[in-house]
């Protein structure tokens, strides 16, 4: 009997880390081309690897973006994709404590679903006529000030973005609750000029938690805040602070499968402009879930829209995470 208690203990730890991973939120990132670029927090995990376990995931997002303005003096054209493939490995330190280590590689080109959103828009009546006036899957991200271009991107490139050290510790983790708090640092190894960095360093804080509410519902969210430093791409129009905010709900009514619904939303990152692409705070809704894909393997799969003040973010994105499972 002695012996069957551990045994047991053991096997509803194992599953309360199992739910704990599979219902953790998704890792969504403002993709605007012109945003994206700085430390503004996003999703972190609020449960922590153990003592000396190293964990590592692969995320690969999508994101078709169409949009342009004039406004007083300053212009911008938004039209491309742009691909992100993003290499994370943390470690468990003990007494609550983990680091992290972001690496992206970033992609900006044509692409190939703009057929595909205009058949959707078709679909649902949303006007396209705007997207059908200019070549499919062309690339063209542009910024005008003052009749003088200031940043443009009109042929494919990749290149290393910016990488991202994490460090966070344990605040709470009840079984029905649990609650983390993480610092950022942002290196500027990307280039602003290709639009894959803002040529600065930014660090952020954010406070992340979770809490069970009934058998198969979890409320998830975060709050950040980060200093800027200041940047290559447009420095004088740059805001020093950014807020970011996230609110989502997983329901798991089965063992290996949680659906998720998500809104990320952060302040606006320029001023003195007039421009909603880069002048307005943006929100973005997130509808997918995770499946367990392996004993310990956790796909997270997402479709990412523009939503209030849509044009300060992507049209659409497509969003794959492989994870393993905390053990």
């Known amino acids: 009997m002695r012996k069957t208690i551990p045994i047991v203990a053991s096997l509803f730890a194992a599953a309360a880390g199992a739910d704990g991973a599979l ?26 690897p153990s003592d000396g376990a190293y964990h590592g995931d ?17 212009s911008i054209f938004i039209d491309g994709e742009s691909t992100y493939a993003t290499f994370n490995l943390r470690r468990g ?18 692409g190939f679903l703009d057929g595909i959103v205009e058949d959707w828009h078709d679909l649902v009546g949303l006007d396209a006529s705007s997207r059908e006036s200019f070549p499919r899957d062309q690339l063209a991200y542009r910024y005008l000030r003052g009749g003088t271009t200031r940043a443009e991107v009109d042929e494919s490139l990749t290149g290393i973005g910016d990488v991202r050290m994490h460090l966070g510790k344990r605040l709470l983790q009840d079984g029905e609750r649990t ?7 942002k290196l500027p190894t990307g280039e602003a000029e290709d639009l894959t960095g803002s040529g600065a360093v930014d660090v952020a804080a954010r406070i992340q938690g979770s809490t069970r509410a009934g058998r198969y519902t979890t409320f998830y969210g975060g709050v950040g805040v980060a200093y800027l430093g200041e940047g290559d791409l447009l420095p004088e129009m740059q805001e020093d602070w950014a807020g970011s905010l996230t609110l989502g709900l997983s329901w798991q009514r089965w063992s290996k499968v949680a ?8 302040s606006a990152l320029y001023d003195d402009t ?13 509808i997918g879930g995770s499946f367990f894909v392996g004993k310990r393997t956790i796909l997270d799969v997402a479709v990412v829209e523009n939503e209030w003040k ?7 994105g497509f969003h794959f995470r492989l994870r393993r499972v905390i053990e």
């Open 58 to 74: 692969v995320q690969v997002e999508i994101y078709n973006s169409f949009t342009g303005d004039d406004g007083d003096g300053d």
């Open 259 to 266: 659906l998720k619904l998500q809104v990320d939303a952060q």
């Open 23 to 48: 219902n953790e939120g998704l890792n969504i990132t403002n993709r605007n081309p012109f945003l994206g670029l700085y430390g503004v927090s996003s999703q972190q995990p609020s449960v922590m």
């Open 274 to 286: 007039t421009l909603r692409q880069i002048g307005d705070t943006a929100a973005q809704l997130s």
């Open 179 to 185: 609650a983390s708090a993480w610092l950022q640092l």
């Open 93 to 110: 330190f003990g007494n609550g404590w983990a680091g992290g280590l972001e690496i992206p590689v970033v992609h900006h080109d044509g």
């Open 310 to 316: 849509g044009a300060a973010s992507p049209d659409v």
